[in-house]
């Protein structure tokens, strides 16, 4: 980690009105809480089905996206990251200073009103740890490779989107062996297994799922370090 | 080699500039060549093969669901299983939203964040071209892109329903309110993403946001829609709801205007609620128009 790079990011990331344009995403997840418990006060578990729709299918890969794709696409972008490498530090450590700030957003722009919003519905303890923990996990899982995806292809946002809302919605209502490559369904299954029984459903094991995750994660960090380290700089069509 | 001091001082040479003489087309056939540029880049068409990728793949998308449905049209009634097809037109936007939002998100950056970030406007408006000119040539330009991804896979599933025999007179009525509610898609669709799209000069961010836009919003409303019209046993309220998402505004207004089956959990539940979806799908256009001609007003020659 270097400090200098995670505030430079930070700034990059949520300066201006950026911050208020995320900021307005994760006060919709509160206001969606609020309304469904205004308009629909029927039992928490129709309340955990509404969230668990909005933030996992929609919400967390959308919001992974802009701040994964964000950590480091602009500087590519507009060509300054080559100030960034030229500094005497190790690729690995910019990627990794780098996520901190894309996983710290996620923190505190998602999983944070995702936790709320299912206390807001009055779910349950056990629930609502549930959706955080799940909620973190595929935040992280998303920002890693999305951030791995822009150092890949300087058309990161449209495989990106292609990927969350083609092949996971589509694809995976269609083929169900889609679902085992499907992040949401990992976070789901760990959500499934913290949460009481019947609150949500999950097509992948708990094991496959955190195994999987984990594996995303690291290789994902490692080899994004490897790509920046072989990054050649092209301008854009 | 000539000595420097016999060179002359200064020296105008003419390097054979001519004037041009021939026809100057008016303000009006710029705007027209500027709508087919835009028609054309929105499908890809006059760039770089990579950038045909994501609008052709989506065309291919939006369409093979149409012929395989039109196959299955004819199939079926040979076996006697049919006697209209599968799916409504109307509802087939609604099914394929996910690339019909992936399509539009992809063409109206292409459209205007690339004009903005590069700087091209001053050039554009040094023609007798007016500022509300281009915004009309790239708003008309998207609706035009979005409403022929749209017609064609219902002209195909009309075809399919003529080869198949289903009652002909019917099925052209169909296909021409789903049509009818393609442009009210093509218009709604087009004026939100432009608006957001004319904000950053960042491609990326204006796909994502208008991405966001469009299905988060869709997400929202439909599951919302779900848990009061099912589980509150409330569809007026749901129907109502309805209006915050630009897929379920003009489902409604289909709902409404045509009588036909709703794509989420509730419809418009009166008349007055349709009315209020169609004046608010217009609104929307026509706000569109306005914010992006203030917006452009702005823009720096």
């Known amino acids: 980690m270097n400090r200098t790079i995670i505030r430079l990011t930070a700034q990059g990331m949520l300066g201006g009105r950026r911050l208020w344009l995320l900021g307005a995403l994760a006060a919709l997840i509160l206001v969606i809480a609020v309304a469904t418990r205004l308009l629909a006060p029927g039992s928490p578990a129709d309340g955990a089905t509404v969230l668990r729709t909005i933030v996992f299918s929609t919400f967390l890969p959308l919001f992974g996206l802009i701040v994964g794709t964000g950590a480091i696409a602009p500087e590519i972008d507009d060509g300054s990251v080559v100030h960034l490498l030229a500094k005497p530090v190790s690729r690995h450590t910019i990627v990794q200073s780098k996520l901190v700030v894309a996983v710290g957003a996620v923190v505190a722009l998602a999983v944070l009103p995702t936790v709320l919003a299912a206390v807001i519905l009055g779910t349950g303890a056990q629930t609502v740890l549930a959706f955080g923990v799940g909620a973190l996990a595929a935040g992280a899982v998303y920002a890693v490779l999305f951030l791995l995806l822009t150092l890949l292809t300087r058309h990161a946002v449209i495989i990106g989107l292609v990927y969350a809302l083609i092949w996971e919605s589509l694809v995976g209502s269609f083929v169900p062996g889609a679902r085992n490559l499907s992040i949401q369904q990992w976070a789901l299954s760990i959500t499934d297994a913290i949460a009481p029984a019947g609150v949500v459903a999950a097509d992948v094991g708990l094991g496959l799922a955190c195994g999987l995750i984990v594996a995303v994660l690291v290789v994902g960090t490692w080899y994004a370090g490897n790509r920046l380290a072989a990054l050649t700089l092209a301008t854009e069509d | 080699m000539s000595s420097p001091d016999s060179a002359p001082a200064g020296v105008i040479h003419n390097i054979g500039y001519r004037g041009y003489d021939g026809e100057r087309l008016s303000r009006r056939a710029i705007t027209l060549a500027l709508y087919t540029h835009g028609l ?69 950056p292409q459209s205007v964040s690339l004009d903005l970030r590069f700087h091209s406007l001053p050039l554009y408006l040094a023609r007798p071209l007016a500022r509300a000119d281009y915004v009309r040539a790239k708003l008309t330009a998207l609706t035009t892109a979005v409403f022929l991804l749209l017609a064609a896979p219902l002209l195909v599933m009309y075809l399919g329903s003529l080869a198949a025999g289903f009652d002909a007179a019917s099925e052209t009525a169909d296909v021409a309110q789903a049509l009818l509610g393609a442009l009210l898609y093509a218009a709604v669709l087009s004026s939100v993403s432009l608006v957001i799209a004319s904000l950053t000069s960042r491609r990326g961010f204006g796909i994502a946001a208008i991405v966001t836009v469009l299905v988060l919003s869709y997400s929202i ?81």
């Open chain 2, 40 to 108: 054309r880049g929105a499908f890809g068409l006059g760039r770089a093969a990579r950038s045909k990728v994501i609008p052709m793949g989506m065309a291919v998308v939006m369409l093979l669901p149409a012929v395989v449905l039109a196959v299955v049209a004819v199939v079926g009634e040979q076996m006697g299983q049919l006697s209209g097809p599968v799916v409504p037109y109307t509802r087939y936007a609604m099914i394929l939203q996910a690339a019909l939002a992936i399509f539009v998100a992809v063409a109206a």
């Open chain 2, 221 to 301: 409303v439909s599951s919302m829609q779900g848990v009061i019209a099912f589980d509150a046993d409330d569809p007026t309220t749901a129907g109502w709801v309805g209006l915050f998402s630009p897929m379920t505004l003009v489902d409604g207004v289909q709902v409404w205007a045509f009588g036909v089956t709703t794509s989420t959990p509730a419809g418009p539940p009166n008349d007055l609620a349709g009315a209020a979806f169609l004046l608010t799908s217009l609104a929307v256009v026509a706000l569109g128009y306005v914010v992006l001609n203030r917006r452009y007003r702005k823009v720096k020659v």
